[in-house]
């Protein structure tokens, strides 16, 4: 008999963005002509070409690839060296942060890094999880065994959620109790709200004297303004976090790269975990060595695509790309406020964070939005509890697409 893990069976519903998708497809199946004007703000998916320096590196890989002398097989684990230096350079020590190269690990996706950090951690911790939040770091801790079963508000035994409201602008406190891991995003998905220095000082201080480790998801840094200032672009410019912060990175939200595929994660050499028996122990050696035994490495032409972000061109025309999405967050924050939405989040992240009617439910407002302005957004509820009465506007898009969408939200009768 084999046997399975019964932690999945734990899960609630699918996964929120193909539950979204099969809900969508029935719609446009049953409203053919509803469909032709169908707008997609539900996932948080890219729709704007990758840059050009992307494009020629990525040709020339290829290139590469045809002929016996230039050609790439396996290549390191972690990361090739260029991209790997190129990465500690530019995001890190040209901003004064100290982060050495081989403190870069290279891999095929941010989803799939804040997943598999749980092999390295012990399954004896004690789990703090923003609420809303990316739901990907609770289901992966279900599936882990991490958590007790799922109440009937959809909360999982064990996992201590931080509640995120308007009045906490969706940053979540340090807890008064002890917890060995935290998750944080910044800016934030789904509410699009970003924490500053003290609030980051705040749980800095917190993982130190607790021990904790923070799970810092930055796949959204390149939203922050250059003009933002007090804003943190990586948790390693507060003091103290090299030694209690592993840090997520994306290229899918900067460079585009949702259809690529390539992302990283910094591990420090000074971050240590402890033992059953108390005894600490750097995490990084541990990572590495499940990077070498589970993953193989991104592909030679994907990290030489990566690598063209970090080009004098690749740089100008990611900057455009944001502020391309950028402005379409503005457009949506407008045409919400018009339809007398209250609005939070688009600013310095590429998400609108909306109040649903007073009485009207996440679901209610996505069947609505659906079927009477034909626009797709997500369900804050999707999100966790605390997202019920919210939804979610994407703002990747085409402009036109936003400024339709800004110009159907106010038509809306509630
Ligand atoms: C989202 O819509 O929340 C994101 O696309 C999810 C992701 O980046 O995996």
Redesign the pocket.
């Known amino acids: 008999m084999a046997y399975l893990n019964d932690n999945y069976l734990k899960l609630k519903a699918g996964y929120l ?1 193909p539950e979204i998708g099969r809900r969508v497809k029935a719609f446009c199946e049953a409203n053919p002509e509803a469909a032709k004007r169908l707008i997609r703000c ?4 890219v729709t704007e070409p990758l840059p050009p320096a992307v494009i020629a590196q990525m040709h020339k890989a290829v290139d590469e690839m045809a002929s016996r002398e230039t050609f790439h097989g396996y290549g390191p684990e972690q990361g090739y060296e260029w991209l790997r230096a190129a990465i500690a350079k530019n995001d890190f020590r040209d901003r004064g942060l100290d982060v050495a190269d081989d403190e870069i690990f290279v891999s095929d996706g ?2 799939c890094d804040c997943g598999s950090i749980l092999d390295i951690l012990g399954d004896k911790n004690k789990i703090a999880i923003s609420d809303p939040v ?1 739901p ?1 770091y609770v289901d992966t801790n279900v599936m882990a065994g991490h958590t007790g079963p799922a109440n009937d508000a959809g909360a999982y035994g064990k996992i201590v959620y931080l509640p995120c409201r308007a009045s906490n602008g969706f940053i979540p406190e340090p807890p008064k109790r002890h917890v060995d891991l935290i998750y944080l995003c910044s800016p934030n ?2 509410t699009g709200a970003v924490a500053n220095r003290p609030q980051l000082e705040a749980w800095v201080k917190y993982a130190l004297e607790h021990k904790a480790i923070i799970l810092f998801d930055a ?1 959204y840094e390149a939203y922050i303004s250059p003009d933002a200032s007090g804003i943190p672009h990586s948790i390693y410019e507060i003091p103290g976090a090299r030694e209690c912060a592993i840090e997520f990175r ?1 290229f ?2 900067n460079g585009g790269f ?1 259809g690529v595929r390539c992302a990283f994660t910094v591990v420090p050499k000074s971050l240590n975990a402890f033992t059953k028996a108390g005894e600490a122990k750097p995490l990084h050696p541990l990572w590495s060595r499940r990077m070498t035994t589970k993953f193989n490495g991104a592909s030679y032409i994907v990290q030489r695509a990566a690598e063209a972000l970090y080009s004098a061109e690749g740089k100008a025309q990611v900057k455009s790309l944001i502020e391309h999405y950028l402005g379409n967050a503005e457009v949506l924050r407008k045409g919400a406020k018009k339809a007398g939405l209250k609005v939070f989040g688009g600013q310095n992240a590429p ?1 609108i964070w909306v109040r649903t009617p007073k009485g009207v439910t996440s679901w209610q407002a996505f069947d609505k939005i659906l079927g009477e302005a034909n626009v797709v957004i ?1 369900p804050g509820s999707g999100f966790g509890s605390k997202g019920e009465g919210y939804f ?1 506007i ?1 703002a990747f898009n085409s402009r036109a697409n936003a400024e339709e969408v800004a110009r159907r939200l106010p038509e809306l009768k509630w």
Do not use: E, Q
Not at 42 to 45: L, Q
């Open positions: 963005f539900g996932i948080g998916d941010s989803k990316y990907v998905n789904p796949a994306s899918s939200k949702t998400y997500t979610r994407s």
